[in-house]
């Protein structure tokens, strides 16, 4: 059992920055590979970012590629997507992901989930 609470979106301008964190409690967090997914309107969710059980290892998507990072903390039982330089596709309901696997690839890998939190990127 496993709680992950979003924070930190909001609306932003083009070419401007948002830090997402994701608050987890329950299991030892660091058993967990993490990531955080991405559902635009009438689109799939989709991943966007994933992190390894420690941290060693990581994927972005194409399309976040040099403009996001994902961290995480395992003291803190946190994981953070750093967003900069956010264009209007970037807009969407983000949502954070636990997984029991070394690191998530896809949405089926996820075994909790956020209640998500919505990023609006206007130009």
């Known amino acids: 059992q496993v709680q992950l609470v979003e924070s930190g979106g909001g609306l932003v301008q083009t070419g401007g920055s948002l830090r997402l964190s994701c608050a987890a409690s329950g299991r030892t967090f660091s058993t967990f590979g993490m990531g955080w997914f991405r559902q635009a309107p009438g689109k799939e969710r989709e991943i966007v970012a994933a992190i390894s059980r420690t941290g060693g290892i990581t994927y972005y998507a194409d399309s976040v590629k040099g403009r996001f990072t994902i961290s995480r903390d395992n003291a803190k039982n946190t994981v953070y997507l750093q967003m900069n330089s956010l264009k209007p596709e970037d807009t969407a309901v983000y949502y954070c992901?636990?997984?029991?696997?070394?690191?998530?690839?896809?949405?089926?890998?996820?075994?909790?989930w956020g209640q998500g939190t919505q990023v609006t990127v206007s130009s």
């Open positions: 992901a636990a997984g029991y696997k070394f690191i998530l690839s896809a949405e089926l890998d996820a075994d909790y």
